[in-house]
């Protein structure tokens, strides 16, 4: 997926809100407005947002205002609905916000029971006629859900349109071969990569070999898709939102360096 807002790279670089939200596992309650930082993530070179779903389903009406007007725009809508046939009001109430956001894409989880794969298949299904038809659905192919083993995502894609159903691929420097399976699998299909550098520092020289070997992959791979700073160091007990931004943007100068050569 590429983003004609940055039209002199092949990339564009999002920002992701949950990467900055303290309370993004515990309480999922929003600490802060993203609209405050809108012009820091402008400043400081990202091209887009993806937004963490509770930072607009949760703010009031004025500050989602703000979010569907601002810049840089909102590009990815990061949802943690589920596909369970119970699920399908939360479905629709992030229809509705998709519809009203008007993001390229929206990142979402399948569950983890094997035996639910049908009423999984059957729920995307619906919710993809809920969705605005320039939006791409992205499967985050997590550990832990139906969807983390390269042969069951493969299988389960197939019959689904590439150019309407695509896959996010994590890229940390840490499992080179691993990564490059989702590639050598999906191809275009691979619309977006989720960089973790979580542990690994591209401004320590040690690290920014074991990087330079992932991502050297990623180009090889001929991607042409959106990079999404996830998450950075620093996240865990006690984490200060300030350096988490600061490590971020260090990700994103290195991101842009070598993606974009």
Not at 26 to 49: M, N, Q
Not at 76 to 90: C, L, P, Q, R
Not at 117 to 129: G, S
Not at 212 to 220: I, L, Q, T
Request: overall charge negative; some cysteine; proline content about 5%.
């Amino acid at each position: 997926m590429t983003d004609s807002s940055n039209g002199t790279q092949p990339h564009a670089f999002y920002m992701a809100t949950v990467c900055l939200e303290p309370n993004r596992w515990k309480s999922k309650i929003p600490s802060f407005a993203v609209s405050d930082w809108l012009p820091r993530f402008a400043a400081d070179g990202f091209d887009g947002l993806e937004i963490w779903e509770r930072h607009f389903i949760l703010a009031d009406a004025a500050e989602q205002e703000r979010l569907i007007q601002g810049a840089p725009p909102i590009r990815i809508y990061n949802s943690y609905v589920g596909f369970g046939d119970g699920d399908a009001e939360a479905r629709a109430e992030a229809a509705r916000a998709i519809s009203r956001l008007k993001p390229l894409g929206v990142k979402y989880n399948l569950g983890a029971k094997r035996e639910a794969l049908a009423e999984y298949r059957a729920n995307l299904l619906d919710w993809e006629r809920q969705l605005p038809l320039d939006c791409i659905l992205q499967c985050e192919c997590h550990g832990g859900t139906v969807m983390e083993k390269v042969e069951d995502a493969a299988a389960f894609f197939a019959p689904l349109d590439p150019a309407r159903f695509g896959i996010i691929v994590h890229v940390a420097g840490t499992d080179v071969e691993g990564c490059a399976r989702w590639f050598d699998t999906f191809g275009d299909r691979v619309k977006s990569l989720h960089v973790q550098m979580r542990t690994l520092d591209p401004l320590v020289a040690a690290d920014r070999k074991q990087l330079d070997a992932g991502f050297e992959m990623v180009r090889r791979a001929g991607f042409r898709g959106t990079v999404t700073i996830e998450f950075s160091r620093g996240i865990g007990p006690n984490e200060q939102m300030a350096q988490i931004y600061a490590n971020a943007c260090v990700d994103l100068k290195y991101c842009r360096e070598v993606l974009s050569c």
